[in-house]
């Protein structure tokens, strides 16, 4: 396990993009498969995409797709969550979550570092 630092959330309009970071509080020297949940007021916590340990392959939930793009810079041991078009139903708090087991998980409980969450507000 580590835990795992989000920074980038914000207050923005409908229509906008913010971009947030995700990356290790401490050294490590392992890389992990990495992803985005979501969780909204009242709601569960819900898949948003994850990413590959070479960032060759991506996975979105069906709601972000062609919005939001995941990516990775391993060099800087950092994952990244570019959110465009940004509606009113995004908004939740973003928590970034990472595990070492071989294959895509798209399942909360499956992961076992996560970070403290950023909160995303968009505005209608």
């Known amino acids: 396990q580590v835990r795992l630092v989000e920074s980038g959330g914000g207050l923005v309009q409908a229509g906008g993009s913010l971009r947030l970071s995700c990356a290790p509080a401490g050294p490590t020297s392992e890389i992990y498969r990495m992803a985005w949940f979501r969780q909204a007021p009242g709601k569960e916590r819900e898949f948003v995409a994850a990413?590959?340990?070479?960032?060759?392959?991506?996975y979105y939930a069906d709601s972000v797709k062609g919005r939001f793009t995941i990516s990775r810079d391993n060099g800087k041991n950092t994952v990244y969550l570019q959110m465009n078009s940004l509606k009113f139903e995004d908004t939740a708090v973003y928590f970034c979550?990472?595990?070492?087991?071989?294959?895509?998980?798209?399942?909360?409980?499956?992961?076992?570092?996560w970070g403290q969450g950023t909160q995303v507000t968009v505005s209608s």
């Open positions: 990413i590959s340990w070479s960032g060759g392959s991506t």
């Open positions: 979550a990472g595990h070492l087991q071989i294959g895509v998980r798209y399942k909360a409980d499956e992961y076992d570092s």
